[in-house]
């Protein structure tokens, strides 16, 4: 039996009316129209639906469909106004994976804002490096992502969202702390340097060598800036990865070209949500309008 929801409307709307003309006023359809919708509904449960024609009483079994289509009919609409709401982008879950940097500096403005908008969407977020995030939005276990381009990115939808520039990091009390020009490269070859993962992205040849010399190599931020904090050495980041606060000093570089270029990462193969959507746009107007 395929009986379609705006035959039970209207069925109850003659009900509450009792009669077929106040009905054709408020449903916009033709007494004839609603007569014949009537009639095949009628017919779909063969029995009757009303004692008389004229629509005042209903019979037992059109009492019984009565209650049973308003029940019918509050948990349709219901359901449409949740599909409205879901593809309007004000419910659902989007799920990000962003560099802890992000997480930490830019993030937290971008969720304010978009909780104002969208109360009752549900945001999880979490912070790894580059390559966790690019492969957890391939593998769909997050909707997007902001991170560097890496080799595991290659095959993602990608969109700059802004570039910072990389700086030397040390203590206020190291001898390149006081330095009032920006660091040329040779400035590096007289200090320990800490490597770091980050620093596979700078690929002036003279860092390189650099880099490839040094003891030691951390990936993880808090450990390396832990190091830096004991005197061990000094470091290369991006401006954005650095605490403020005066526990460090971000020295900029002479080579302006040494930048972090960060993006936001989307899978090919699959779109992601209304609300998704509505959190990309927050991002992205956000992200541009940072000046680093």
């Not at 449903?27 to 024609?53: V, Y």
């Not at 560099?99 to 937290?108: F, G, I, K, M, R």
Request: hydrophobic share 40%; charged share 25%.
């Amino acid at each position: 039996m395929n009986i379609k929801p705006e035959s039970l409307r209207t069925f109850v709307t003659v009900a509450d009316c009792g009669n077929l003309h106040e009905a054709s006023e408020i449903l916009g359809r033709t007494p004839s129209a609603i007569s014949m919708t009537l009639k095949q509904l009628s017919e779909q449960l063969n029995t009757e639906l009303f004692e008389t024609d004229r629509k005042s009483n209903l019979t037992p079994t059109g009492q019984f469909v009565l209650e049973e289509s308003r029940r019918a009919l509050n948990s349709f609409d219901e359901s449409v106004r949740t599909i409205e709401r879901y593809t309007k982008g004000e419910m659902g879950v989007v799920r990000v994976a962003t560099v802890p940097s992000v997480a930490s500096h830019l993030l937290p403005a971008v969720v304010s804002r978009f909780q104002q908008k969208s109360p009752k969407v549900r945001l999880e977020l979490r912070d790894t490096d580059s390559v966790m995030v690019a492969t957890a939005v391939r593998n769909g276990s997050v909707d997007c992502g902001v991170a560097s381009l890496s080799f595991a990115s290659h095959d993602l939808q990608h969109e700059l969202l802004l570039e910072e520039p990389f700086g030397l990091v040390c203590r206020p009390d190291h001898s390149l702390a006081n330095t009032t020009q920006p660091l040329k490269w040779q400035a590096l070859e007289g200090v320990t340097f800490i490597s770091n993962g980050l620093c596979e992205q700078i690929r002036n040849e003279r860092f390189m060598r650099i880099n490839s010399r040094t003891a030691i190599q951390v990936h993880n931020i808090v450990t390396l800036l832990g190091l830096i904090q004991q005197g061990m050495g000094v470091t290369l980041l991006p401006r954005l990865a650095v605490p403020d606060g005066g526990e460090f000093c971000f020295l900029p570089l002479a080579d302006k070209t040494v930048v972090r270029k960060l993006y936001f990462l989307e899978n090919r193969h699959h779109r992601i949500s209304p609300a998704g959507q509505l959190f990309k746009e927050e991002v992205v107007g956000s992200f541009k309008e940072q000046k680093i």
